[in-house]
């Protein structure tokens, strides 16, 4: 078993309410978690024997489709030729490509949905999928030359940067910190995220994040989350391998658990149909 809890992701669909959850752990494992925002229930998917690289993914606009970029360190056969690493779409919980673009190595790749059926892949992805897959009524496009899929995917997800302190293509600190906040939709609350200078020696989690919300002249810190957003008018984020959401009122917050992780284990999951094809 993992001395770490398992590290989560989280991406809400812009225009559904529906949600996917990228489980990472044990080491050389992640998998997908369908998460339906109404009713908080929670349906889990296919496993990948991997690295997934959280800050290249991205859901689309309506749930209905995944970008993400994987990587088989190592791998010891690899018949049709994709080689290491590549950038591919799914229907999620699954991993199951429908496109598949090749990438050499694993330092950049994947991409962010500029809508639901309009992708902008980083800009080291070739525009040419795989020839064993098709793009199907797919717009491909490309990242901002020097940006990345992490940062575009703040943007779009109606996030402000106060500070610039990471350079998005390199991961390298550029400055004191970078910040980022995002307000509440209807009350004076404002969530900030400051992201700390990647380090791949720090133990469970290369990205750390520091996370706290602005109320009126008070700061309050969400101890120990590594993911946060606002879902409507809650907070949702995740702690120590769990999912919570919050009420923000009288300056607390009020958290309930939603779902833990931490028990979850590898198994083979097979795609069913509908995920094998567009």
Same mark, same amino acid.
């Given at each position: 078993?993992?001395?770490?809890?398992?590290?989560?992701?989280?991406?809400?669909?812009?225009?559904?309410?529906?949600?996917?959850?990228?489980?990472?752990?044990?080491?050389? @494992?992640?998998?997908?978690?369908?998460?339906? +925002?109404?009713?908080?229930?929670?349906?889990?998917?296919?496993?990948? +024997? *991997?690295?997934? %690289?959280?800050?290249?993914?991205?859901?689309?606009?309506?749930?209905?489709?995944?970008? %993400?970029?994987?990587?088989?360190?190592?791998?010891?056969?690899?018949?049709?030729?994709? *080689?290491?690493? @590549?950038?591919?779409?799914?229907?999620?919980?699954?991993?199951?490509?429908?496109?598949?673009?090749?990438?050499?190595?694993?330092?950049?790749?994947?991409?962010?949905?500029?809508?639901?059926?309009?992708?902008?892949?980083?800009?080291?992805?070739?525009?040419?999928?795989?020839?064993?897959?098709?793009?199907?009524?797919?717009?491909?496009?490309?990242?901002?030359?020097?940006?990345?899929?992490?940062?575009?995917?703040?943007?779009?997800?109606?996030?402000?940067?106060?500070?610039?302190?990471?350079?998005?293509?390199?991961?390298?600190?550029?400055?004191?910190?970078?910040?980022? +906040?995002?307000?509440?939709?209807?009350?004076?609350?404002?969530?900030?995220?400051?992201?700390?200078?990647?380090?791949?020696?720090?133990?469970?989690?290369?990205?750390?994040?520091?996370?706290?919300?602005?109320?009126?002249?008070?700061?309050?810190?969400?101890? *120990?989350?590594?993911?946060?957003?606002?879902?409507?008018?809650?907070?949702?984020?995740?702690?120590? *391998?769990?999912? @919570? +959401?919050?009420?923000?009122?009288?300056?607390?917050?009020?958290?309930?658990?939603?779902?833990?992780?931490?028990?979850?284990?590898?198994?083979?999951?097979?795609?069913?149909?509908?995920?094998?094809?567009?």
């Amino acid at each position: 078993m993992s001395a770490f809890p398992p590290r989560l992701t989280v991406f809400l669909a812009r225009e559904a309410a529906t949600g996917v959850i990228l489980r990472r752990g044990p080491k050389d @494992w992640a998998q997908l978690v369908h998460w339906d +925002r109404a009713t908080d229930t929670f349906l889990p998917g296919q496993w990948f +024997r *991997g690295r997934v %690289y959280e800050r290249r993914c991205d859901l689309s606009p309506d749930g209905r489709l995944f970008v %993400y970029f994987a990587a088989k360190h190592g791998r010891s056969a690899d018949p049709d030729g994709i *080689g290491e690493a @590549w950038t591919a779409i799914s229907r999620p919980p699954y991993f199951t490509a429908l496109a598949l673009w090749t990438n050499l190595g694993s330092w950049y790749g994947g991409g962010v949905f500029k809508g639901d059926r309009h992708v902008l892949l980083d800009v080291t992805c070739s525009t040419e999928p795989h020839p064993r897959f098709r793009t199907k009524r797919l717009k491909i496009g490309r990242c901002p030359a020097k940006s990345s899929p992490w940062e575009q995917r703040l943007l779009l997800d109606a996030w402000q940067r106060v500070e610039r302190g990471i350079d998005p293509r390199t991961e390298r600190h550029i400055g004191q910190r970078e910040v980022w +906040r995002k307000p509440h939709p209807s009350k004076p609350v404002t969530l900030f995220r400051q992201m700390h200078a990647v380090d791949f020696s720090r133990q469970g989690n290369a990205y750390a994040e520091t996370i706290w919300l602005e109320i009126g002249d008070d700061l309050l810190p969400l101890d *120990g989350a590594n993911w946060a957003d606002w879902d409507g008018d809650r907070l949702v984020f995740t702690r120590a *391998g769990a999912l @919570w +959401r919050a009420d923000v009122a009288d300056g607390a917050v009020q958290a309930e658990h939603l779902f833990d992780f931490s028990a979850m284990r590898p198994r083979e999951i097979t795609a069913p149909g509908w995920a094998r094809q567009w």
